[in-house]
């Protein structure tokens, strides 16, 4: 069927594209390229040669910057490479100090003080505490795991709150990593020579300066140590070397200090307690302010909360019972007894030792409280807040082991002045019983009698001197007993000079009163000088029957894990002074002194006292020193500048606070009688005979048993004789 539209292409043939089925399609015929029109060469302008110019600059900076990067990044590995080719084993750094410790053992081998550089032992950072170790890194160095032994955004933080603060960028924050700290505290390498240095403190103050060469060079320590150990190597060398306040060096050290637990047994409080001491040691110390180590304990926790070491409920758990000191942490500065003991040992084994050392001593814990509590009473009850009045009290045994001793007010105080045995002081009447000890000696009895009445002497170089009574009455013809409790000085002074002043001061001197006794006659009123030590040891010598004693506190002296000690007991008794029926004799006077005379307010229930008081020249000083069969106790007060006191004289507040000591210190003992002896009573004087003119003896007849003595001094003659000798 024909159509009269003209058919249009078929599908196949618009498929084919004017080709017939089957045939093979041709390749279309390449396109030349038309030539590219060359462009004439253009001009450069000055604009475009400065800016190449410039751009030739900049790449050949940038190519030396590299170039001296690279050289300089060599330079710094090389460096750090040599550095940790030169740095010790882990085990040597461990324990960094300089000064040994001093640990202090009580009567019963119980601890009572530590001194010194303390280091309980190495510990490492996987061995502590986790708590402890979390803290430190979150306090110290949150990133400690992350950087190589720098902390660049650290540094670029310190360095703008310094500028921010108007400091220099290097003073003040310094951006130190825990790599950086332990580098510090090795001193980069360096160790103490006492060659080099005046002393530690000197080395160290140089160790921690802060200058750019020291940074450069401490910054290279710190990667050579990156280098040379692992991180928790690193962090087991500052665990063990940082200062913890207290003495204590190391964590170890310091959780027994503080906690008396090892530093693996550490909670989240006392974990966060002992890292918080990091930045100030000594200011926020627990010891020095409890208060203080908490509220910066408390910070530390919300940052371990903050990185994720506790979570919140076992921070808000810490918050809530913050750490506390052990029961003995408070008591481990060891008072004046420690004090004592370190300065009457040799140096080189107690200020300045190297080695660790182990110091046994005869302080009882139980007499030193019962004396401290005793003086806080009196004071308290006694003495105004306001007097600046000191004290000082020493318990003694009869050998001259020192039990107890308290320097001053402040009874526990440690470093302070030590009146117990550095101040001396005048000792008033308490010299008297060596007067008569030296009668006694030379065959005087208790019931000779001497004249108490107005008296004066001239003194070579001096004039006259005319002493008194304390209250200026006389009572006539007395006997040595009633001299002695009544503390009458004219009889004293007599008695003296009866006997020889020379032999009065050798029997002070050999019952220990050792220093320069002034040889004139008012040395019979205790005019020389004194401490409390010397006096409370002298009449220990009475005690224990006549012999000297050296007081002493330290009985062994031996270096930590050795068994044999270097040094033993360095006193106790020692040779005969007087007899010992002399000593018993003289006890027996001194109990008047307490049951009959101005010692009463030294009485303790149920037990013989014996004791002395005394007062010095316009009452500067007070003393009260006695006896019971068990133990001498000893107690002096006074104002540190010798202003004179107020009322006060050794029969008022020195015998109580003997008193209330003793009290404490006899409390459940069974009570002994003193070790004294009573002397004959004189016979009745016979009747008088009738006179028979007789002519004078050439001597005088020995005295008969129980006839009494009558000790005068009333002649001129009398006076030089005694002065110079004569009979």
């Given at each position: 069927?024909?159509?009269?539209?003209k058919?249009g292409k078929?599908v196949?043939?618009?498929?084919?594209?004017?080709?017939s089925?089957?045939?093979?399609p041709k390749k279309?015929a390449?396109?030349?390229?038309?030539?590219?029109?060359?462009?004439?060469?253009?001009r450069?302008?000055?604009?475009?040669?400065?800016?190449?110019?410039?751009?030739w600059?900049?790449?050949?900076?940038?190519?030396?910057t590299?170039?001296?990067a690279?050289?300089?990044a060599?330079?710094?590995?090389?460096w750090v490479?040599?550095?940790?080719s030169?740095?010790?084993?882990?085990n040597?750094l461990l324990?960094?100090?300089a000064r040994?410790s001093?640990?202090?053992?009580?009567?019963?081998?119980?601890v009572?003080a530590?001194?010194?550089?303390?280091?309980g032992?190495?510990v490492?950072?996987?061995?502590v505490?986790?708590?402890l170790?979390?803290a430190?890194?979150?306090?110290e160095?949150?990133r400690f795991?992350s950087?190589?032994?720098?902390?660049?955004?650290?540094i670029?933080?310190a360095?703008r709150i310094n500028?921010?603060?108007?400091r220099?960028?290097?003073?003040g924050?310094?951006?130190?990593t825990?790599?950086?700290?332990t580098?510090?505290?090795?001193c980069?390498?360096r160790t103490?020579?006492p060659?080099?240095?005046k002393?530690e403190?000197?080395?160290?103050a140089?160790c921690?300066?802060?200058?750019l060469e020291?940074?450069i060079n401490e910054?290279i320590?710190a990667?050579?140590?990156e280098?040379?150990?692992?991180?928790?190597?690193?962090?087991?060398?500052?665990l063990?070397r940082a200062?913890?306040?207290g003495?204590?060096?190391?964590?170890e050290?310091?959780?027994q200090?503080?906690?008396?637990?090892?530093?693996?047994?550490?909670n989240?409080?006392?974990?966060a307690?002992?890292a918080?001491l990091l930045t100030?040691p000594?200011?926020l110390?627990p010891?020095?302010?409890?208060e203080?180590?908490?509220a910066?304990a408390a910070?530390?926790?919300?940052?371990?909360e903050?990185?994720?070491?506790l979570?919140?409920e076992q921070e808000?758990e810490?918050?809530r019972?913050?750490?506390r000191l052990?029961?003995?942490?408070?008591?481990?500065?060891?008072?004046?007894f420690a004090?004592?003991?370190m300065q009457?040992?040799?140096e080189?084994f107690?200020?300045?030792?190297?080695?660790?050392?182990l110091?046994?001593?005869?302080?009882?814990p139980?007499?030193q409280?019962?004396t401290?509590d005793a003086?806080?009473?009196?004071?308290?009850?006694?003495?105004?807040?306001?007097?600046?009045?000191?004290v000082?009290?020493?318990?003694?045994s009869?050998?001259?082991?020192?039990?107890?001793?308290?320097g001053?007010?402040?009874?526990?105080a440690?470093?302070?002045f030590n009146?117990?045995f550095?101040a001396?002081?005048?000792?008033?009447?308490?010299f008297k019983?060596?007067?008569?000890?030296?009668?006694?000696?030379?065959g005087y009895s208790?019931y000779?009698t001497?004249?108490?009445?107005?008296?004066?002497?001239?003194?070579p170089?001096s004039?006259?001197?005319?002493?008194?009574?304390?209250?200026?009455?006389y009572?006539?013809?007395?006997?040595?007993?009633?001299?002695?409790?009544?503390?009458l000085?004219?009889p004293?002074?007599?008695v003296?000079?009866?006997?020889?002043?020379?032999?009065v001061?050798?029997?002070a001197?050999?019952?220990?009163?050792y220093?320069?006794l002034q040889?004139?006659?008012?040395?019979?009123l205790?005019?020389?000088g004194?401490t409390l030590l010397?006096?409370?040891?002298?009449?220990?010598?009475?005690?224990n029957?006549?012999?000297?004693?050296?007081?002493?506190?330290l009985?062994e002296l031996?270096l930590?894990?050795?068994q044999?000690p270097?040094?033993g007991?360095?006193?106790g008794?020692?040779e005969?002074?007087i007899?010992?029926?002399a000593?018993?004799?003289l006890a027996?006077m001194?109990?008047?002194v307490?049951?009959e005379?101005?010692g009463?307010?030294?009485?303790?229930d149920?037990?013989?006292v014996?004791?002395?008081?005394?007062?010095?020249?316009?009452a500067?000083?007070?003393?009260?020193v006695?006896?019971?069969s068990?133990?001498v106790?000893?107690?002096?007060?006074?104002?540190?500048d010798?202003t004179?006191l107020t009322?006060?004289?050794g029969?008022?507040?020195?015998?109580?606070?003997?008193g209330?000591?003793?009290a404490r210190?006899h409390?459940?003992?069974?009570?002994?009688p003193?070790p004294?002896?009573?002397?004959v009573?004189?016979?009745p004087?016979?009747?008088?005979?009738?006179?028979?003119v007789?002519?004078?003896q050439v001597?005088p007849?020995p005295?008969s048993p129980?006839r009494?003595?009558q000790?005068?001094?009333?002649?001129?003659?009398?006076v030089l004789?005694?002065?110079?000798?004569?009979?």
């Amino acid at each position: 069927m024909s159509s009269s539209r003209k058919s249009g292409k078929l599908v196949a043939d618009r498929r084919y594209s004017g080709k017939s089925p089957g045939q093979t399609p041709k390749k279309p015929a390449k396109k030349k390229k038309a030539p590219t029109p060359r462009r004439a060469p253009r001009r450069r302008g000055p604009v475009a040669w400065i800016l190449g110019f410039f751009g030739w600059i900049m790449r050949t900076v940038l190519k030396i910057t590299v170039s001296v990067a690279v050289i300089v990044a060599l330079l710094i590995g090389s460096w750090v490479l040599y550095t940790s080719s030169t740095l010790p084993e882990l085990n040597t750094l461990l324990d960094g100090r300089a000064r040994g410790s001093v640990t202090l053992m009580d009567r019963d081998g119980r601890v009572f003080a530590l001194r010194g550089d303390q280091f309980g032992g190495a510990v490492t950072a996987t061995s502590v505490s986790p708590h402890l170790k979390n803290a430190v890194v979150a306090t110290e160095d949150k990133r400690f795991y992350s950087h190589f032994g720098l902390s660049p955004r650290g540094i670029a933080s310190a360095v703008r709150i310094n500028l921010s603060e108007g400091r220099g960028p290097l003073s003040g924050h310094g951006g130190s990593t825990i790599t950086q700290q332990t580098a510090k505290l090795l001193c980069l390498g360096r160790t103490f020579d006492p060659k080099e240095w005046k002393n530690e403190a000197e080395f160290v103050a140089d160790c921690r300066q802060g200058s750019l060469e020291r940074k450069i060079n401490e910054a290279i320590f710190a990667m050579a140590m990156e280098v040379k150990y692992s991180k928790n190597d690193i962090l087991s060398i500052y665990l063990n070397r940082a200062y913890m306040g207290g003495g204590a060096y190391g964590a170890e050290a310091a959780a027994q200090r503080y906690f008396g637990k090892h530093a693996a047994a550490l909670n989240p409080s006392e974990g966060a307690m002992i890292a918080g001491l990091l930045t100030a040691p000594s200011t926020l110390s627990p010891t020095s302010n409890l208060e203080r180590s908490q509220a910066r304990a408390a910070t530390v926790l919300r940052l371990m909360e903050e990185q994720g070491y506790l979570t919140a409920e076992q921070e808000a758990e810490a918050q809530r019972n913050p750490a506390r000191l052990s029961s003995q942490a408070d008591s481990l500065g060891g008072g004046y007894f420690a004090d004592w003991v370190m300065q009457s040992g040799p140096e080189f084994f107690t200020k300045d030792t190297t080695e660790d050392v182990l110091i046994s001593t005869t302080m009882d814990p139980r007499l030193q409280q019962a004396t401290e509590d005793a003086v806080d009473k009196i004071f308290r009850e006694k003495v105004s807040d306001s007097s600046k009045a000191q004290v000082a009290v020493i318990v003694m045994s009869a050998d001259g082991a020192v039990r107890a001793m308290v320097g001053g007010r402040d009874v526990d105080a440690t470093g302070l002045f030590n009146r117990a045995f550095q101040a001396v002081r005048q000792t008033g009447s308490a010299f008297k019983p060596f007067i008569y000890a030296t009668a006694l000696e030379l065959g005087y009895s208790p019931y000779d009698t001497v004249l108490d009445e107005p008296y004066c002497l001239n003194i070579p170089g001096s004039g006259q001197w005319c002493p008194e009574n304390y209250t200026r009455k006389y009572s006539g013809r007395v006997t040595l007993i009633d001299a002695l409790k009544r503390s009458l000085n004219i009889p004293a002074i007599k008695v003296s000079e009866s006997v020889g002043r020379d032999l009065v001061m050798r029997v002070a001197r050999d019952f220990g009163i050792y220093r320069d006794l002034q040889d004139v006659p008012s040395m019979a009123l205790g005019t020389s000088g004194a401490t409390l030590l010397e006096m409370t040891g002298a009449y220990a010598g009475i005690l224990n029957g006549g012999s000297s004693v050296t007081p002493y506190g330290l009985k062994e002296l031996r270096l930590k894990g050795e068994q044999e000690p270097l040094m033993g007991t360095g006193g106790g008794i020692g040779e005969r002074v007087i007899q010992e029926s002399a000593a018993r004799q003289l006890a027996w006077m001194m109990e008047k002194v307490v049951s009959e005379g101005t010692g009463g307010r030294a009485k303790v229930d149920g037990w013989q006292v014996a004791g002395k008081t005394g007062t010095s020249q316009e009452a500067r000083d007070a003393w009260f020193v006695g006896f019971t069969s068990e133990y001498v106790a000893g107690v002096w007060m006074g104002y540190d500048d010798n202003t004179p006191l107020t009322g006060v004289t050794g029969g008022g507040l020195p015998a109580e606070i003997f008193g209330e000591v003793m009290a404490r210190v006899h409390d459940g003992m069974t009570p002994q009688p003193l070790p004294m002896e009573a002397p004959v009573p004189p016979a009745p004087e016979p009747e008088p005979a009738p006179q028979v003119v007789q002519q004078p003896q050439v001597q005088p007849a020995p005295r008969s048993p129980g006839r009494t003595r009558q000790v005068e001094s009333n002649s001129l003659e009398d006076v030089l004789r005694s002065i110079f000798g004569g009979n």
